[in-house]
Structure formats: structure tokens, C-alpha cells
């Protein structure tokens, strides 16, 4: 119910037959799942997961050097840039929801790689501007425990809207953990001040950052799909709290008084694809465990 606790190629790699027995343990397997009580009353959920699951097994390779944590896989997102954000969707679960940064063990970066994350610690820190919000492409996704924003039209509502509901908002520190070709993800510590009531709340959330191909390796480097994870569990996108969360990114655009909105009104347009949904925020749901703790 709680949202907040809660394309690859469909072929292998390996071009091998499969021997008799391997075919006959995939089908019995296969039946098995297909049988239980989650897939039966909820097929739709079910396929969304077994496919978002062949998708990522067709094309996950180690991520030995990537500083990713002990037995991550790496995922293999699309190759091009023409496919919209919903399709570079990190899934994980994690040993551990304390996502405390330590801070000298932070992963070096490139400078354009740096200044990228500079931009969104600047975003974080209700510093919004037309250009860090470009850190974005127009089809993006947003995804974290209270808003769900598919293009970069919501996305900027919901930067620029955040100075009218936070005083001061403070980066305590990150500590990068993974950077590779596809994916830049970190810990990050976040202290925020309520306006209007001078009460301050400090978060710590995994933050993962989904490249586009077309910008990875460029100058100013772009995000196709932002997430950020609170606690240990990833979003099952469905419940009343991810109906609250993607209602409050369709809306709250709507009523924000920001001139800079304007030079984003273009990208409603841009490309989406269907919510997919995956019935928990477990690993059943297509969020294998990751251990960040060492």
C-alpha cells in the first residue's frame, strides 16, 4: 500500500542449445511460477516483472571495477537515446536502508561527471536553474518516495517548487559508489528546513543516476532516469502511495509560479511508456539484493 516502503534484447548472450534436461527443468520452473497464488491473481503484475527480469538477465555482464557493491550486477540499459526514460529503470533492494556516506571513500569523477553531480547536489539544495534542470532529457523520469514525474516539464515544477516549501536545504555530504558507463549512483546526506515553521529534517538516500548514451561520455552529461531510494526496499509504483506521488507530479506543475517553467513547456510532449508496475518493492519485484555496507 506504502509507495515509500515498499530495451534489452530478449535473447542471452550465449548462443548454446539447451540440452534436453535444462529445457525440461526451465519448463517445470516456469510452470511452477506461473502456477502461484501472486500470478494468478495478479497476471499483469506478474508479467510485467518476468519481462522486466529477461530483460535485465539478457544482457547483465559483472561490474568488476565499477565500485558497484559485492555481487551487484551490471545493468544493461538501452544503447540509444531514442527510447524514453521508463526503460532505464535501476531496480534494487538493499541489505541495509542506512545509507550514511562515508565521504573518503567517495569514487573519483571525471570533470564532466563532477560537475553533472554538482548540478543535482545543487538542485537538492533548492538551488534550482534552467540549466542544471537540462541535466535532465526531455522524456525523464523521477522517482523517488513522494514523486513519480515522467518528463522534465514535471520534473522542473518540482525543483523550482521546492524553495517555496524549504528555507534551507543542506548537503551534509555524499559518497559516490558506483560510475561506470551507464550508471552514476551515491549515498547522499540531506539536512532540509520547513519554511515557515524552522523545523529541520535529515535524510540519507541512495541516489542513482541512469546516463543517457547519447551525452554519457560528453561535455555536459545527461540523466535519463533519477532515482532515489530511502530506505531498503525499491517502489512497487502501485498503492495509494505511488497514486498520491504521480498525481502530486501531474498537478502541482499546474499551480507553480515559475517564469523558468516556460523554457520546459515543450517536453510534455516528450516520448513515455506505460508505469510498470511490480506488485512489492522486494526482490520479488524485479529489485535483486545489493550489500552497499562494505
Not at 551534509?172 to 547522499?188: A, C, H, L, S, T
Request: hydrophobic content about 30%; glycine content about 6%.
Amino acid at each position: 500500500m506504502d509507495e515509500s516502503t515498499s530495451s534489452a534484447s530478449p535473447l542471452y548472450k550465449s548462443t548454446k542449445l539447451m540440452s534436453a534436461p535444462l529445457r525440461s527443468h526451465l519448463l517445470s520452473h516456469g510452470l511452477k511460477n506461473f502456477l502461484r497464488k501472486p500470478a494468478l491473481s495478479h497476471p499483469q503484475k506478474n508479467f510485467t516483472v518476468n519481462l522486466y527480469n529477461a530483460e535485465r538477465r539478457a544482457d547483465m555482464s559483472s561490474t568488476s571495477g565499477s565500485g558497484a557493491g559485492d555481487g551487484a550486477e551490471a545493468w544493461r540499459f538501452p544503447k540509444t537515446s531514442e527510447v524514453p526514460g521508463e526503460q532505464f529503470e535501476p531496480r534494487q533492494t538493499t541489505t541495509s536502508g542506512d545509507y550514511t556516506p562515508d565521504i573518503g571513500r567517495s569514487m573519483a569523477l571525471t570533470g564532466a561527471r563532477q560537475a553533472l553531480v554538482d548540478d543535482i547536489i545543487a538542485l537538492y539544495c533548492c538551488e534550482p536553474t534552467v540549466e542544471r534542470v537540462k541535466r535532465y532529457t526531455p522524456d525523464c523520469v523521477y522517482d523517488d518516495q513522494f514523486v513519480y514525474a515522467n518528463d522534465r516539464y514535471k520534473m522542473a515544477g518540482q525543483w523550482f517548487a521546492l524553495p517555496k516549501l524549504f528555507s534551507m536545504s543542506v548537503n551534509e555530504g555524499y559518497q559516490v559508489i558506483r560510475n561506470d558507463e551507464e550508471m552514476i549512483q551515491f549515498k547522499n546526506k540531506q539536512s532540509w528546513t520547513f519554511r515557515g515553521i524552522s523545523k529541520t529534517i535529515t535524510i540519507t538516500g541512495l541516489v542513482s543516476l541512469s546516463l543517457d548514451p547519447a551525452t554519457r561520455d560528453a561535455d555536459f552529461v545527461q540523466i535519463k532516469y533519477h532515482k532515489d531510494q530511502a530506505n531498503d526496499k525499491d517502489y512497487s509504483h502501485e498503492g495509494l502511495g505511488f497514486t498520491f506521488k504521480k498525481w502530486q507530479a501531474d498537478n502541482a506543475v499546474k499551480y507553480l509560479d515559475a517564469p523558468e517553467l516556460k523554457e520546459f513547456e515543450a517536453d510534455k510532449g516528450a516520448a513515455k511508456e506505460h508505469v510498470r508496475k511490480y506488485g512489492t518493492g522486494t526482490e520479488e519485484g524485479g529489485a535483486p539484493k545489493q550489500d552497499f555496507t562494505k
